[in-house]
């Protein structure tokens, strides 16, 4: 079965642009996150998504957003690039608490890395 | 308001030694879990253990063991007999059920041969 996939591996911007991070969660997940893991540092959470509603979200500013499509697949939107944003995004997904296979346990796609020049 | 410190930056051991990875975290809240993910320089975040807050009993899970004091909210990952091939960052990282993983600054292990 193929795992989370993250789509573009990696990508350089410069400050001010737009960036469109995707995400396709392990079959039959329902649950997608967003983490942002800067270089020699934790992830950081950013959002959350099941039933194409967010359900949690990070400290971060508003230029970051995401939606989930009907097919649980996820996008995460970065407006206003800054510096600051060059990062690993990583992609996480998980069963819903309740669903069969639930444990908890987060699974992580090996991440996009963002350049902002 | 909730803490996770890995107090260890750094740890480079020769192979076939054990090592231990150190995990505190602070919270009011009396139930929680308790992960450890494992990163190798692919980038992937790897599962690696999962405990509730409320089962303190150790645990061995190959060459994996867990020791879980919740008096001292400290919760330390061994590895024995290491190997080259568990050189990665190892994070740990408690949540609530349902809610974001909370992850520490991470230990980067180095094992030589």
């Known amino acids: 079965d193929a795992g989370v996939t993250q789509s573009p591996t990696h990508l350089i911007k410069t400050r001010g642009q737009h960036v469109t991070l995707r995400c396709s969660p392990i079959?039959?997940?329902?649950?997608v996150s967003w983490y942002q893991q800067v270089l020699g540092q934790g992830p950081q959470f950013i959002f959350q998504?099941?039933?194409?509603?967010?359900?949690g979200r990070g400290n971060f500013p508003d230029r970051f957003s995401a939606r989930q499509f009907p097919n649980y697949s996820s996008e995460l939107n970065v407006n206003a690039l800054l510096l600051g944003d060059s990062a690993l995004y990583l992609c996480?997904?998980?069963?819903?608490?309740?669903?069969?296979?639930?444990?908890?346990?987060?699974?992580f796609g090996e991440g996009s890395r963002l350049t902002v020049l | 308001a909730q803490k996770v410190t890995q107090a260890q930056t750094e740890i480079s051991v020769v192979e076939k030694e054990d090592v231990t990875l150190d995990c505190v975290y602070e919270?009011?809240?009396?139930?929680?879990?308790l992960f450890w993910y494992k990163q190798p320089p692919s980038g992937e975040l790897v599962f690696l253990i999962r405990?509730?807050?409320?089962?303190?009993q150790n645990e061995i899970s190959g060459r994996y063991s867990w020791n879980f004091q919740k008096s001292t909210s400290s919760f330390n990952f061994t590895i024995t007999a290491s190997q080259v091939v568990d050189s990665a960052v190892y994070f740990c990282?408690?949540?609530?059920?349902?809610?974001?993983?909370?992850f520490g600054k991470g230990t980067t292990l180095s094992v030589s041969s």
């Open positions: 996480a997904s998980s069963p819903l608490r309740g669903d069969r296979g639930y444990t908890g346990e987060l699974f």
């Open positions: 079959s039959g997940h329902k649950s």
């Open positions: 998504y099941y039933e194409k509603e967010e359900r």
């Open positions: 919270t009011r809240d009396t139930t929680y879990y």
């Open positions: 405990r509730n807050s409320f089962d303190e």
């Open positions: 990282a408690p949540n609530q059920a349902g809610t974001a993983l909370i």
